[in-house]
């Protein structure tokens, strides 16, 4: 029965009064009107019913979208998934991991105009309780990783460091890391967690030139800005950061240039990835090198790497480190060289010395700027060492224990070194 038989049916069983003098003109003209006064209420029934029919029609597609919703949120949670992970519903805050290892970020000295302090003397609840704004940024979690001065960190911290910053990641709901650190060797675990991580999200250094305490302190700016930038869309992809005095520097070229400056770190050769302005950020390179996901190094499972020393060459510099490294048992050997990764005729006969007993050497620059090339004044095929290009000595040093995972070749480690 269509819906105009079902309202019509229900309209014939009304039983319509007549009052008197309503239809004065006989018989057959009351039986017109009142033909015409049944349409009528036929229409307005039909009206109303139609309406009715539409309101419950409404709260049954809502009711079922609803339960679309659920239905389709639970079978992710049930797979494992989070529906934060896959998108940010809206009005949701980006979930960021903040991983604690001390440094001046965290140090506290006596007064506020004091040069001394010590580092790594607050925790991380307290470094995150001075700046309430990061509430509007993201959801902040916090794990006090470490407590040392960066001078004292080492191979074995930055395994622990990579697995755990892997393991975070690996949850679909977290969108970035921040780590905060000492600026004494900051470069070199931000370039280690570029060559280690397996995701694409942001990882963000932050770090202080000045404690806490002291007047004008630079720390709760500078991690502020790398949440922004760890829980940033625009961050995903550009691999381990450093961020500091409003600028974003790329691990792959981050190199400290000040002692006391609070704009201490720089890209000498490739220039900053990018600035932070207005609480965003905002990227005006990327990185064309391999690092992360692209990376061919795996570390999980070790508990140490390969040995690698970094000997310098200056006016009048001997044999005497190279020699005692080698009968240390080193695997490899870094020359931190003058100019274009020279050294002297002493050093350079000592570094063929140990090549040929499988010590690997890669020449590299003491020189802030420009690349350690091949094929210049020394003839690193016939002699078997690498040529760093763009990687200072300390990078080097990390991507040649890495590379030694992997081979002794030093046609493959100049491969490495070409296009990390």
Partial sequence: MSLMEWVSGRTEKRHFYRKPGKFPLGAEANEVKREKMQQKRVKRDERRWMTVLKDRIGRVTRFSGALVAKVSIGLLVVAGLSPAGLQAAPGTKPVVWVLATGGTIAGQGESQVAAAYKPGTLRVEELLGAIPELAEVAEVRAEQFAQIASQNMDVATWLKLAARINELLADPAVAGVVVTHGTDTQEETAYFLNLTLKSDKPVVMASAMRPPSALGSDGSRNLYHAV??????????????????????????????????????????????GIIYDGRPIFSRRSLKRHTLHSEFDVSGLDSLPRVEVVSSYAGATALFIHAAVRAGVRGIVIAGVGNGNMSAEMQNAAESAREQGVAIVRSSRIMRGPTTQWNEVDDDKLGFVASWYANPYRARILLMLALTRTDDYREIQRMFTQY
Avoid: E, N, W
Wanted: glycine fraction near 10%; charge should be negative; charged fraction near 20%.
């Fill in 228 to 273: 922004v930038c760890a829980a940033s869309p625009q961050a995903v992809g550009q691999g381990v950061m450093i961020v500091m005095d409003d600028k974003i520097i790329g691990a792959d070229d981050a190199t400290k240039v000040s002692t006391l400056d609070a704009g201490a770190f720089q890209d000498p050769d490739y220039g900053p990835l």
